[in-house]
Nanobody, 123 residues
Framework: QVQLVESGGGLVQAGDSLRLSCAFSGDTFSRYAMGWFRQAPGKEREFVAAITWSGGATYYEDSVKGRFTISRDNAKNTVNLQMNSLKPEDTAVYYC????????????????WGQGTQVTVSS
């Protein structure tokens, strides 16, 4: 059974940076596309970023382009989200997700989800 465990969330000020990590276990990591999603209070969960199984392609939600970078290390079974120039509107619970084979910005592509990590950005 695939398990995903996020880490790295916290409370920061606007303009600061955070790096989220997600540890994958239970299957062959390189068979999965990986994604990050977030859910702010009172809002639907939304796509943030995704990366293909090889790391050869990445996808971003428009509001994070140029500020966030998704990466993966298939040797360490981890996917990371580097978040720079954080804004108060980035405040949310961030979820790591795994999609067997192909996966992009659609939540229904992802079979496995982590428990989430809280990111709070103060103004």
């Amino acid at each position: 059974q695939v398990q995903l465990v996020e880490s790295g969330g916290g409370l920061v000020q606007a303009g600061d940076s955070l790096r989220l990590s997600c540890a994958f276990s239970g299957d062959t990591f390189s068979r999965y596309a990986m994604g990050w999603f977030r859910q702010a209070p009172g809002k639907e969960r939304e796509f943030v970023a995704a990366i293909t199984w090889s790391g050869g392609a990445t996808y971003y939600e428009d509001s994070v382009k140029g500020r966030f970078t998704i990466s993966r290390d298939n040797a360490k079974n981890t996917v990371n989200l580097q978040m720079n120039s954080l804004k108060p509107e980035d405040t949310a619970v961030y979820y790591c997700a795994a999609a067997y084979g192909l996966g992009n910005r659609h939540q229904e592509d992802y079979e496995y989800w982590g428990q989430g990590t809280q990111v709070t950005v103060s103004s």
